[in-house]
């Protein structure tokens, strides 16, 4: 049995729910839930009924967003048992190196160790919105072949050393400059201008 995470803050459709949309079809048997939707002890449920866990989620300031650790620490409060139990994450990062995200699953491993659960690896994905977006195939190909492997390695129930991805294709001007005008035009959306966007 696994249960699939997301600890994505986002109301609209997260990238962290698409990345687990990834990993079901390879699944026989799991459930997936939404931090931000999903009662706990229903959450809590299912980890009690599973060999593996996978927690996905955005990174926010080089850590998990404070959802996501709200809810660690309730699995600590209430004396959820991990003792045996593989934990595996796949952490999103704005940054067009995937390696931003490393301090965060460092945080995810130390948490592991306290809860006696075992480590398993993490997916670290530079450019988390590009990925799996149509209009960026070619620019995610490596990242989503990547994401392909590690689900091999979630269903295998192997322990990897952390596997990140980078867009190479663009060096950091260029990824800041599309990234730029990506922000501009959602600005728009909301009747926002460049220079609003800069006080924020």
């Given amino acids: 049995m696994y249960t699939l995470i997301s600890g994505s803050p986002k109301v609209k459709p997260s990238n962290s729910m698409f990345f687990l949309s990834k990993i079901k079809p390879l699944l026989e048997e799991y459930s997936i839930y939404e931090l931000k939707k999903h009662k706990y002890d229903e959450i809590i449920n299912s980890i009690n009924d599973s060999e593996v866990i996978v927690l996905a989620f955005p990174l926010y300031v080089d850590s998990p967003p404070s959802l996501t650790l709200e809810f660690l620490d309730h699995l600590i409060d209430n004396k959820v048992n991990f003792k045996g139990k593989q934990i595996y994450t796949i952490i999103n990062c704005g940054f067009r190196d995937g390696n931003q995200n490393t301090t965060a699953a460092n945080i995810i491993s130390s948490w592991c160790k306290k809860v006696n659960a075992k480590y398993s690896g993490s ?8 990925v799996g977006n149509k209009k960026y195939k070619y620019i995610s190909t490596k990242a989503m072949n990547a994401l392909n492997k590690f689900s091999n390695i979630i269903k295998n129930k192997e322990i ?10 663009l060096n950091d001007n260029l990824y800041c400059f599309f990234a730029n005008i990506s922000w501009t035009n959602n600005g728009k959306k909301y009747k926002l201008t460049k220079e609003e966007l800069k006080k924020q």
């Fill in 123 to 130: 997916l670290l994905i530079g450019a988390g919105e590009i």
């Fill in 160 to 169: 990897t050393e952390d596997i990140t991805t980078t867009v190479d294709i």
